[in-house]
């Protein structure tokens, strides 16, 4: 008897609230996004939001390199690292606003990668995901070989913010208040840019590049076969994935003020890696709700909301990697993927069903709204 | 210089190349790229800690025999349980042997109470002087068996019939299961060869050279096999030990021409990869090395 209720509540949670169509549901959750602010969180919760959202940019150019071409990069902290420094450099010897330091250090990680995409590309698999970590290595101990240029591990400090203090600074307004609204100001900026990286890389890979990139993943010789230049495509991913890496590196730069070695740290080039799994690779989106259940969980959950003892937060990393390991074993593609496959076969496999006479006759008599998508599919199954 | 560049490039390429091995060997057979090979380095020298001077105060001598053991079985287990089930899909392979790679630093981190380095004890005190250079008992014992394993493993693949059921596997998967062979227990085996391999040249280079061991040692290592097997080409044993002599000797000759610079050395291997990806691609022997068609 439980089965069937069961069943029935599954049957109508398909029914009602999978066939959503996809872009209300982004349009939904992109809102919800920006109205985080009205429900006033405190300096600290804003402060990591920011940072999820910059982190977000990071992951979702990551996801497009991987997810789509199968290159398998484990240093993206490279470019992340070449964009904030380059900003931070131009800063500090040409002393350039940061209006102009941020295209042009765009522009620098954009031609560093197709510079670096020579040797890159002609290796695959493990090799580039070694030969991509060798790159953010030898670009971190660069900075201690040119130490008078760089700062080695002091780094380069007392950057420009993208948003100075002293447009918050009113009369009859706290000092801490106009903190607050600076970092507010960070938020929705950090948001905005975040949400044009997702259309923009959206786009890129649900028009013709993407089937193209996705070829090239799925079969390298049988595209080359089709006339496709391969190689060209290789390296488009390449250095369109390095360009928002290093914008994302930019704005984490001057968000904090300052630019050191842990830009190109080991463990943030393994961050996309660790939150691919959650949200699941190849979807753009994927990565992002997993950064943001990461770092909510991470940041916030635990540390504010539950206040878990520090003993067992020192091992938060641990039991996270273990987690991770279990779910990678157990779904390889990650669990987003692994929910969104298995909801497209049960609906395909209701589709079938809807074929046969009984359920969808059911479902017409009872006046149920069916997806468009499933409601598409059907006409043309007829 | 030169002669301590000679003899201590010597002693250090020969462990090298034995590291290197394990990792061409559990990619040749079963095309696992163990990003966790750098992880069985550093847990052998920790094991050897724990077994000399940690736990169990034990002679040295008999932790150089217990310690790889203990860690070719954690290989052994390691592969069984974590890596067999994802074995089909590459990227997932990376990520789980990534993972537990880091997984393990942090456990090593949490089970010294955050101290960063420990002491290792040398295999056996006392140092000899020979051309003029003070070499220890301990890197000459490293050195010696280090060659002698090397060698014992080119018989033993070459020659034994469980290494020949490994040489069938790397070539023809399907045809060795037809001709009766239980490939998953040539891999299991494979592992913990490859596992114990590198716990032996982590207790030499952390008993010998270093003198500590240190949760973040599992990088280097790996860098360096990575460098070595793609100069060398895959699944090649001659190509591994050239490989490591070179390596080896460019390492130690940074090393000794540069001795305040550290952050140099680490990038040594680096280097090596991106010139040779860049100036051979096919690696320093021709066409073993994967590459795209």
Redesign the interface.
Known sequence: MVTTYLRRAYSSFLAHVVDIPPRLLAFILILLWASVPVFKPDGYTLTILVSTNIWAIFVASWDLL?GFT?Q?S?GHALFYGIGGYSTALLFKYFQLPVWITIPLSVVVVFSFAIILS???L??????L???T???A??AS?VL??FPEITGADSGVRKLPLLFPLKLFRREGISALESVYQQTLAYYYFTFISLVITLLILYKVTHSKTGIVLVSVLDD??ASKASGINVDKFKVMAFALSALFAGYAGCLQVHFVSFADPGLFA??FS?LP??VT?LGG?GTIYGPVIGVFVYQILNEIFFRKVIKIPLEIY??K??IF??V??IL??KW?RGIGRFITDKLKDLEEARDIDERGPRIWKTYKKKGKKIGVIARVRARLKK | MIESIIIVGLMTSMIYALLALGFTLIYGVSGV?N?AHGTFFMIGAYMFYLITGGVFHLDPRLGLIAAPVVVGIMGAVTYRI?IH??IR????T???T???A??TQ??VL?GTKGLFMVPVEPIVPGYTTFWGLALTYSSILAFAISAALYIFLWIFISKVKVGKAMRAASQDLEATMLMGVNTTRVYILTMALSTALAAVAGISISSAYLGVAYPYMW?HPL?LS?AIV?LGGLGSIKGTLVGGFIVGYAETAVKTLYPT?A??V??V???I??LV??LR?KGLFGKR?????
């Open positions: 991987v199968g398998m484990l020579y040797p890159a002609r290796v695959k698999g493990p090799y995901a070694m030969t970590m060798a790159f290595l030898i101990s201690y070989i390298e010789l080991l463990t393994f890696v660790i799994i690779i020192q091992a990393l641990l990697i273990a991770i390991l990678v074993i390889p | 790229v990003l974590i089930p994802v899909d590459e990227v997932s990376l990520v789980a990534v993972c537990l880091i997984a942090q456990l949490l990088f860098a990575f793609i610079s952050s140099i680490t990038v291997p680096m280097v990869i991106v990806l860049v691609p090395i994967e590459l795209e068609e």
